[in-house]
């Protein structure tokens, strides 16, 4: 007979029992070797570096954990200490290589334990999390992620910089055994010494103090190792757009491209991409800090909507990356979530303009007229064009004006940019330019040119903006001057929709300023005043709202609440709003990029110069 345990009438002691002895779910095991391998990790670096923490109570739990090993235990402790932290973070993420270093290093430690210490305890803590590894090894089937060269050189940077501190941590750890006083450089001396394995400044009393310099040596021999490894190891560069990749998308751009503004951005060479089993569908992505961003709705038919869906997170398991989707419509939305069982959540509104209903006329647009009727008194023109329409010495021209007349150091642009301009095979972009009739071509290397305005196809009769650029020395409004000018070209050209700027956070700035807003909302709507300083988020959504435009929501997909704040932080990488990148002695040039005409250029929806205007 079963006995009930008090408080869960549901489950029997029997049932606890044999769950118990089953241990924990496979799917948990990543997780829960992770967090003891940190915490192992933790104790040990404690150990190896604090005497007073190995002649503490907290000792006997460092007696029984793996590098508290023999002779050298300190500087043992400290080395594998390091390493299990190191391996932490990939057995999280069911990295088949850090599987396989904690195979190795388990084994090592247990043996070391039974020789040096005889700790029954030590060998049984060291061999339960190996059996958990090699019993759900199958959780471990991550592959690599995308990495080049110069993750050594940032290895050898971070690691030393480390080192280094904690070489600072252990000279000073010894007060009692230290000869005088040693200074700060001093002991900084001692510590780079020692990280060589060369005795410093830093005097002992009775001699050399070997846990010091066993530890420094431990410490700058770790360093080299990891900074070779990664030097040496097989390299897994970035997916990048082949030119077979594009073909095919193209392809179905032609045919469904004008079901999503966002999609003709999906043709940017930076991104990978992975296509239904039908080839009728396709998703484009980018990996950024283990997250793989898609951005828009997937291209080509609805239908084969889902296979390709599916191959996205198929490829995402694989590799162990957050999913996400940034910028989808509320169609895309929809399909992501029923396919996924992922989240969506509103990110703002796109500014959608119908042509056919666009004027100048009326109060609403009183402001407008009246700027872009002074700049043309001041003697601008504009000239609305198709770029295959434009002589290859006035797109380089255009090229180089853009470039120099970026607001950023950093290229900005991902969901909405496609990262060139003129390029032979986008012969259906617009092209907006503005032009001062009494610019004398000795004030600028660019003549009479003096604001650009750059749209990539959406569909047969639609174009979606990609970027703004103007020149610093001329006048206020010569966005809503060229965007205008575009607006009222657009029937000539065959346009009879036009997408403008994305508005983060839209319907939150709208509803927070007007009467009768909550205390909740008009503190979310002060907030984003206030991000609007680095952002542009309150500017763009004013900017937008000028030219009377219907307002389409976008969302973000993804799997969890808590994956947000990465989703976040990588999309910000991705956008050019977080530089991460190496510095430009280390950057490798990606192949594709020295191939193609303009792929060096990455201008952005989001960069324009909207508080200038």
Same mark, same amino acid.
């Given at each position: 007979?079963?006995?009930?345990?008090?408080?869960?009438?549901?489950?029997?002691?029997?049932?606890?029992?044999?769950?118990?002895?089953?241990?924990?779910?496979?799917?948990?095991?990543?997780?829960?070797?992770?967090?003891?391998?940190?915490?192992?990790?933790?104790?040990?670096?404690?150990?190896?570096?604090?005497?007073?923490?190995?002649?503490?109570?907290?000792?006997?739990?460092?007696?029984?954990?793996?590098?508290?090993?023999?002779?050298?235990?300190?500087?043992?402790?400290?080395?594998?200490?390091?390493?299990?932290?190191?391996?932490?973070?990939?057995?999280?993420?069911?990295?088949?290589?850090?599987?396989?270093?904690?195979?190795?290093?388990?084994?090592?430690?247990?043996?070391?334990?039974?020789?040096?210490?005889?700790?029954?305890?030590?060998?049984?803590?060291?061999?339960?999390?190996?059996?958990?590894?090699?019993?759900?090894?199958?959780?471990?089937?991550?592959?690599?992620?995308?990495?080049?060269?110069?993750?050594?050189?940032?290895?050898?940077?971070? $690691?030393?910089?480390?080192?280094?501190?904690?070489?600072?941590?252990?000279?000073?750890?010894?007060?009692?055994?230290?000869?005088?006083?040693?200074?700060?450089?001093?002991?900084?001396?001692?510590?780079?010494?020692?990280?060589?394995?060369?005795?410093?400044?830093?005097?002992?009393?009775?001699?050399?103090?070997?846990?010091?310099?066993?530890?420094?040596?431990?410490?700058?021999?770790?360093?080299?190792?990891?900074?070779?490894?990664?030097?040496?190891?097989?390299?897994?560069?970035?997916?990048?757009?082949?030119?077979?990749?594009?073909?095919?998308?193209?392809?179905?751009?032609?045919?469904?491209?004008?079901?999503?503004?966002?999609?003709?951005?999906?043709?940017?060479?930076?991104?990978?991409?992975?296509?239904?089993?039908?080839?009728?569908?396709?998703?484009?992505?980018?990996?950024?800090?283990?997250?793989?961003?898609?951005?828009?709705?997937?291209?080509?038919?609805?239908?084969?909507?889902?296979?390709?869906?599916?191959?996205?997170?198929?490829?995402?398991?694989?590799?162990?990356?957050?999913?996400?989707?940034?910028?989808?419509?509320?169609?895309?939305?929809?399909?992501?979530?029923?396919?996924?069982?992922?989240?969506?959540?509103?990110?703002?509104?796109?500014?959608?303009?119908?042509?056919?209903?666009?004027?100048?006329?009326?109060?609403?647009?009183?402001?407008?007229?009246? $700027?872009?009727?002074?700049?043309?008194?001041?003697?601008?023109?504009?000239?609305?064009?198709?770029?295959?329409?434009?002589?290859?010495?006035?797109?380089?021209?255009?090229?180089?004006?853009?470039?120099?007349?970026?607001?950023?150091?950093?290229?900005?642009?991902?969901? $909405?940019?496609?990262?060139?301009?003129?390029?032979?095979?986008?012969?259906?972009?617009?092209?907006?330019?503005?032009?001062?009739?009494?610019?004398?071509?000795?004030?600028?290397?660019?003549?009479?040119?003096?604001?650009?305005?750059?749209?990539?196809?959406?569909?047969?009769?639609?174009?979606?903006?990609?970027?703004?650029?103007?020149?610093?020395?001329?006048?206020?409004? $010569?966005?809503?001057?060229?965007?205008?000018?575009?607006?009222?070209?657009?029937?000539?050209?065959?346009?009879?929709?036009?997408?403008?700027?994305?508005?983060?956070?839209?319907?939150?700035?709208?509803?927070?300023?007007?009467?009768?807003?909550?205390?909740?909302?008009?503190?979310?709507?002060?907030?984003?005043?206030?991000?609007?300083?680095?952002?542009?988020?309150?500017?763009?959504?004013?900017?937008?709202?000028?030219?009377?435009?219907?307002?389409?929501?976008?969302?973000?997909?993804?799997?969890?609440?808590?994956?947000?704040?990465?989703?976040?932080?990588?999309?910000?990488?991705?956008?050019?709003?977080?530089?991460?990148?190496?510095?430009?002695?280390?950057?490798?040039?990606?192949?594709?990029?020295?191939?193609?005409?303009?792929?060096?250029?990455?201008?952005?929806?989001?960069?324009?110069?909207?508080?200038?205007?």
């Amino acid at each position: 007979m079963s006995v009930t345990v008090d408080g869960d009438k549901s489950e029997t002691v029997p049932s606890r029992m044999s769950r118990l002895l089953r241990g924990p779910r496979a799917e948990k095991v990543p997780s829960l070797v992770g967090t003891a391998c940190t915490f192992i990790g933790l104790i040990d670096i404690a150990a190896g570096v604090f005497p007073r923490f190995r002649a503490s109570r907290m000792h006997a739990i460092a007696e029984v954990l793996p590098g508290t090993l023999g002779p050298l235990s300190a500087a043992l402790s400290l080395g594998v200490g390091v390493l299990l932290l190191l391996l932490a973070h990939g057995l999280k993420r069911h990295k088949r290589r850090a599987w396989r270093a904690a195979v190795v290093l388990l084994p090592v430690g247990a043996v070391a334990q039974f020789v040096y210490r005889h700790s029954v305890i030590g060998v049984l803590f060291s061999l339960l999390l190996l059996t958990l590894l090699l019993r759900h090894r199958g959780q471990f089937a991550a592959l690599p992620d995308p990495r080049s060269r110069w993750k050594a050189l940032a290895n050898f940077v971070l $690691m030393g910089a480390g080192s280094i501190a904690l070489g600072l941590v252990i000279v000073s750890a010894h007060p009692g055994k230290v000869v005088g006083s040693p200074s700060l450089s001093d002991r900084l001396e001692h510590v780079l010494y020692g990280l060589f394995g060369v005795e410093g400044p830093v005097g002992y009393r009775g001699g050399v103090d070997w846990t010091v310099g066993y530890s420094l040596g431990a410490l700058g021999l770790l360093t080299a190792i990891t900074t070779i490894y990664l030097a040496f190891r097989p390299e897994h560069p970035v997916a990048r757009l082949t030119e077979d990749d594009e073909t095919r998308l193209r392809a179905l751009l032609d045919r469904h491209g004008g079901r999503d503004s966002l999609g003709h951005f999906a043709l940017r060479r930076d991104k990978g991409v992975v296509f239904s089993p039908s080839g009728k569908a396709a998703v484009c992505y980018r990996v950024v800090s283990g997250v793989m961003l898609a951005s828009g709705d997937p291209i080509g038919d609805v239908e084969a909507w889902p296979g390709a869906i599916e191959r996205f997170m198929d490829e995402a398991k694989a590799h162990s990356w957050t999913p996400a989707v940034m910028g989808c419509s509320e169609t895309g939305g929809e399909v992501w979530t029923r396919e996924t069982g992922l989240d969506a959540l509103e990110l703002g509104d796109e500014a959608v303009v119908d042509v056919a209903d666009f004027s100048l006329s009326g109060r609403a647009m009183r402001n407008v007229r009246q $700027m872009v009727k002074r700049i043309e008194r001041n003697g601008y023109e504009t000239r609305v064009r198709r770029a295959r329409d434009l002589s290859d010495g006035e797109l380089e021209r255009i090229r180089r004006a853009a470039a120099d007349w970026r607001g950023t150091d950093t290229e900005r642009g991902f969901s $909405m940019a496609l990262g060139r301009i003129g390029d032979p095979a986008d012969g259906d972009a617009v092209i907006a330019t503005a032009h001062k009739a009494d610019a004398g071509s000795g004030t600028s290397p660019y003549g009479d040119l003096k604001a650009i305005i750059h749209f990539v196809p959406w569909g047969t009769d639609g174009m979606s903006l990609e970027l703004m650029r103007r020149d610093r020395s001329a006048d206020p409004g $010569m966005n809503e001057l060229l965007i205008v000018a575009a607006l009222q070209a657009s029937p000539k050209l065959g346009i009879e929709r036009v997408s403008l700027n994305f508005a983060m956070f839209r319907s939150a700035l709208a509803r927070g300023e007007k009467l009768g807003a909550g205390p909740v909302l008009r503190v979310w709507r002060g907030l984003l005043v206030f991000l609007s300083r680095w952002f542009q988020i309150e500017s763009l959504y004013k900017f937008n709202a000028k030219f009377q435009p219907r307002w389409e929501p976008r969302f973000v997909v993804y799997r969890n609440a808590r994956d947000l704040p990465r989703i976040g932080f990588a999309a910000m990488q991705a956008e050019g709003f977080v530089n991460l990148a190496p510095p430009r002695p280390f950057r490798r040039r990606a192949n594709a990029a020295a191939a193609r005409p303009c792929a060096h250029l990455a201008p952005a929806r989001g960069d324009h110069e909207v508080r200038a205007a």
